[in-house]
């Protein structure tokens, strides 16, 4: 009977076992479970935390601040150029690769960070990359610590920071460079904030306001311009900052500020608390000039005026003075002519022994004399009046077309006896046939005539006198030519003035009015030509005349 029971509680206890394994196998297997969902929940928050680092280019890293063990993660070796999944080193080692410019910049915030001055590790550094360039990064960290306080670990992250630090370096370089400029302008520029107060004031704003950028800036902009000036107490300026900050622009406005005169421009500035720049220009100077300018500008004006009429005043007295001198003229002509031309023609009568011989030849010298000095004035009455006609206009040429050597020959006979008596080789001389002009045969002859007696006066016995006529491929050309005494450079445009004689032995000798010259240049302008002297003392004179005229094969 024994066995049997004892089976029972064998089997009883076996069965008994058996549950319990079972259970245990069901705790093994829920177990597994929760350490397969563990695992899969890390993995998953460090799939998540990896991608959160690699979004802003950051790495990770592990530092032991007793034993100075440090681990670097893969990412944060691919920022500085390395290669490898993770590096372990030391804080020495790291400290190495630090700029050397930073190295205590960078100690200093990690030992206040570890002594509980701030609340986490936050430092910007550079250290040295793969390449042996430095890179700027940011390192931030936070520490593990024990019940004394002590960091036991501390974990960060490292990101590059190379490229901002590059934009912020051009960033203040031209910020500096515009800060520069604005302290150097000739202007004020003041920046007034949306809430009414100066942001900033620049080196002439000071001069102009008697006040530092330091006291100005945070002062309102009402109060700086102060009860005195234009634009306090809800003036001028409030209004153009309302119409700025609504978008406008305010162009060369301009205002009393003191003793000067400013203009104002005004635009908004891009912030976000509706900045105002405001640039004024002082132009106390120009305005000042343009005052003068117009006073002045006036006074000409008045004297203008005045000369004007003066000027006025004056030609109408030389007009009538120009037309008594006419009359007058033309009085004493007649006055003159009409007893000379009986002296004239009584004594060539008596000289020519028309009504008989005379017996006494001292007569006829006396006679003679009489003759010629009749002939001289009335060329001289003639000369006048003719220049005088000239030089009001009233001239008129009869103008025809004639063969110009016919004229030069009568010229020539006409002079030839003046010339035997003084003894000279008087000649014409054509290069080519100069063919025909347009000219006035009395006025022109007169004009050969003046410049062959002038030729003939100032020349001394033994000499030559040429009248030589030709053409080129300018025109017709005149020319008197004498082996005379000649005279200076800067007498030529004298002689060519009316009354003006050069001072020398032979124009004492003979008696002269100066006309000749001037006279002949006259007519020769009134035929559209030129006339012009050449001459040398003791080398004689050549006078040229150019006329347009039809071309013509010589």
């Known amino acids: 009977m024994v066995g049997p029971f004892r089976r029972r509680a064998v089997v009883s206890r076996l069965r008994s076992r058996i549950s319990e394994l079972e259970l245990a196998q069901k705790e093994a297997n829920s177990a597994r479970d929760a350490l397969m969902a563990t695992t899969k929940a890390l993995r998953e928050s460090e799939e998540r935390y990896a991608l959160a680092m690699r979004g802003p280019n950051e790495g990770l890293w592990d530092w032991n601040p007793i034993s100075k063990e440090l681990y670097l993660s893969a990412r944060l070796l691919a920022i500085l150029g390395f290669s490898g999944e993770t590096v372990r080193t030391n804080s020495h080692e790291w400290l190495k690769m630090v700029h050397p410019d930073d190295r205590g910049y960078y100690q200093e915030t990690l030992i206040r960070y570890l002594k509980g001055g701030s609340d986490y590790f936050e430092s910007e550094y550079r250290v040295r990359d793969r390449n042996g360039e430095y890179r700027w990064i940011l390192s931030r960290g936070l520490a593990v610590r024990d019940e004394q306080g002590i960091a036991t670990r501390m974990v960060g992250s490292l990101g590059d920071i190379t490229d901002r630090k590059r934009r912020e370096a051009i960033l203040r370089a031209s910020e500096s460079r515009f800060r520069s400029l604005v302290e150097v302008a000739a202007s004020i520029i003041v920046v007034v904030g949306g809430d009414g107060r100066v942001q900033e004031f620049n080196r002439e704003a000071e001069r102009m306001f008697g006040l530092t950028a330091a006291v100005a800036i945070g002062k309102l902009w009402g109060e700086i311009l102060g009860r005195d000036h234009v634009g306090a107490d809800g003036g001028v300026f409030d209004q153009w900052l309302a119409h700025v900050r609504e978008g406008q622009e305010i162009r060369d406005h301009e205002t009393v500020l003191g003793q000067y005169i400013i203009s104002w421009n005004l635009a908004p500035l891009d912030s976000d608390d509706d900045g105002v720049v405001i640039v004024g220009q002082d ?86 004399a009489i003759w010629e000095s009749g002939t001289h004035l009335l060329s001289i009455i003639n000369e006048v009046l003719d220049l005088s006609k000239v030089e009001a206009g009233h001239f008129d040429l009869t103008p025809e077309w004639l063969p110009l050597v016919p004229l030069a020959e009568q010229v020539i006979r006409l002079m030839a006896e003046k010339a035997m008596r003084h003894r000279l080789d008087l000649r014409l001389h054509t290069e080519c046939d100069p063919g025909q002009a347009l000219v006035d045969p009395l006025r022109f002859k007169q004009v050969l005539f003046n410049l062959l007696a002038n030729s003939v006066k100032f020349t001394p016995a033994g000499g030559h006198v040429i009248l030589a006529l030709g053409r080129d491929g300018l025109g017709v050309w005149i020319k008197v030519t004498d082996s005379g005494i000649g005279m200076h450079a800067k007498d030529i445009d004298r002689v060519l003035e009316p009354y003006v004689q050069v001072e020398c032995d032979l124009s004492r000798q003979f008696a002269g009015t100066g006309l000749g010259l001037p006279l002949a240049k006259r007519f020769i302008e009134l035929h559209g030509g030129t006339l012009t002297l050449d001459s040398q003392p003791g080398q004689g004179t050549t006078v040229t005349i150019r006329l347009s005229s039809p071309p013509l094969d010589c």
């Open 283 to 368: 132009i106390t100077d120009r305005r000042r000039a343009e005052t003068a300018l117009r006073q002045a500008n006036d006074l000409l004006e008045y004297r203008v005026a005045a000369r004007t009429e003066e000027a006025e005043s004056a030609r109408r007295q030389a007009e009538a003075a120009n037309h008594y001198k006419s009359e007058f003229l033309a009085n004493m002509s007649h006055e003159l002519r009409t007893p000379l031309n009986a002296i004239i023609g009584f004594s060539d009568a008596m000289r020519l022994e028309v009504m008989g011989k005379m017996e006494n030849p001292l007569y006829k010298e006396y006679v003679q």
